[in-house]
């Protein structure tokens, strides 16, 4: 048997970070988590692009065209979409996750959902904390930390992998 794991040690290549301006208290600090985690694992800072979008509804357009560019081993997409008095969060969270999920299936680049898709703006911050959370709900450690930060873990990883699998 064998198996492919990848660490979230620096990885080759360049890092697109696609950043909502809507709700801009709590994706700033989803983008400082990001980009302090890329730094910590030795992504040198010139190799980090950002693209910053009205909202979080534009993210797959530019997410896409930097996918599909060839330029980028990653594009972290980062955002904040809180519940209000109507629907609308849902009908922008399912758009923004499925075309997500499409780009980097379709392209081959991973492309990290960092979208907060909260009830209240307390769980919204909590979950732009700090440091990155930990690596799901079952330990009895687990915190929420900086969803930013996880995503940015999550993209080294993807690119490691990626890289070490057989074409």
């Not at 599909?68 to 009908?91: F, K, M, P, S, W």
């Amino acid at each position: 048997m064998n198996v492919y794991e990848a660490n979230s040690e620096a990885a080759e290549g360049r890092f697109a970070i696609v950043v909502s301006k809507f709700n801009d208290s709590i994706t700033s600090r989803l983008l400082d988590g990001a980009v302090e985690t890329l730094s910590r694992r030795g992504v040198k800072d010139d190799h980090v692009d950002v693209f910053r979008t009205p909202g979080a509804f534009e993210i797959p357009t530019v997410a896409g065209r930097l996918a599909e560019n060839g330029r980028y081993a990653a594009v972290i997409c980062l955002g904040a979409v809180i519940r209000g008095e109507t629907t609308h969060d849902q009908h922008i969270n399912r758009a923004v996750s499925m075309a997500l999920a499409e780009i980097g299936a379709r392209t081959g680049v991973p492309v990290l959902f960092g979208v907060l898709t909260c009830n209240t703006l307390e769980q919204a911050i909590a979950r732009s904390g700090g440091e990155a959370g930990t690596r799901g709900k079952d330990r009895p450690d687990s915190r929420i930390g900086n969803k930013g930060a996880d995503c940015a873990e999550a993209a080294l990883e993807m690119v490691n992998l990626l890289a070490k699998m057989p074409r």
